[in-house]
């Protein structure tokens, strides 16, 4: 089965940098777009990223936009959120998420596989 197993998250102090990573495996992942979502206890999952099948395309939050890169590795199943300059509202549950459209969407109901989720903390 489809599996996307999310890595990386932490405490982290604010102006600090973390990279999340997302490994994916039970489908041909460059058939895929990937995004990454965050979400705070009792909000609404929102967007942060997405890239396409081949890895040109590529789409941001205005929130995180010359903070945050999305990247990714079809060679080995995998793909990356390189986070810089953190601030304390970041602090969120990311998620990575694959869609089988060629760039995906902003919209969370478009995507049809979604990991567990990891926890990046940013303190003040």
């Known amino acids: 089965q489809v599996q996307l197993v999310e890595s990386g998250g932490g405490l982290v102090q604010a102006g600090g940098s973390l990279r999340l990573s997302c490994a994916a495996s039970g489908l041909t992942f460059s058939n895929y777009a990937m995004g990454w979502f965050r979400q705070v206890q009792g909000e609404e999952r929102e967007f942060v990223a997405r890239?396409?099948?081949?890895?040109?395309?590529?789409d941001y939050a205005d929130s995180v936009k010359d903070r945050f890169t999305i990247s990714r590795h079809n060679a080995v199943n995998t793909v990356l959120l390189q986070m810089n300059s953190l601030k304390p509202e970041d602090t969120a549950v990311y998620y990575c998420?694959?869609?089988?459209?060629?760039?995906?969407?902003?919209?969370?109901?478009?995507?049809?596989?979604w990991g567990q989720g990891t926890r990046v903390t940013v303190s003040s």
């Open positions: 890239i396409g099948r081949s890895g040109i395309f590529t």
């Open positions: 998420a694959a869609d089988r459209t060629s760039s995906g969407s902003r919209r969370s109901s478009e995507y049809d596989y």
